[in-house]
């Protein structure tokens, strides 16, 4: 069974830090594109993906130069760093695994999903 799920997810002030973690079961995630995206009011926004073709990583301006999404293989996991957080990150996390390779930041173009972590930044 294909499944994805996020842990890492919390309460952080303003300027802190929290690592998230997407954990693969069923799959490799080495094979497939890893998004991360966190809820909005109209649905969710892709915020970095890690692509399977060739490694590139790539971030929404949003969260450019403080977020950093890594692969371990080893553990089957893909993680994204969150620095110097804001109020306005405050939501739900979620990671996504797209098979084709070609989603990059587009939601509807990903397969699989996990259930999402929650993040609050206040002071």
């Known amino acids: 069974q294909i499944q994805l799920v996020e842990s890492g997810g919390g309460w952080v002030q303003p300027g802190g830090s929290l690592r998230l973690s997407c954990a693969a079961s069923?799959?490799?995630?080495?094979?497939?594109?890893i998004g991360w995206f966190r809820q909005i009011p109209k649905g969710r926004e892709g915020i970095a993906y890690s692509?399977?073709?060739?490694?590139?990583?790539h971030y929404a301006d949003s969260v450019e130069g403080r977020f950093t999404i890594s692969r371990d293989n080893a553990k089957n996991t893909v993680s994204l760093q969150m620095n110097s957080l804001k109020p306005e990150d405050t939501s739900v996390y979620f990671c996504a695994a797209d098979w084709r390779g070609v989603a990059e930041l587009r939601e509807n173009e990903y397969d699989y999903w996990g259930q999402g972590t929650p993040v609050t930044v206040s002071s």
């Open positions: 692509s399977s073709s060739d490694g590139s990583t």
């Open positions: 069923g799959f490799t995630l080495d094979d497939y594109t």
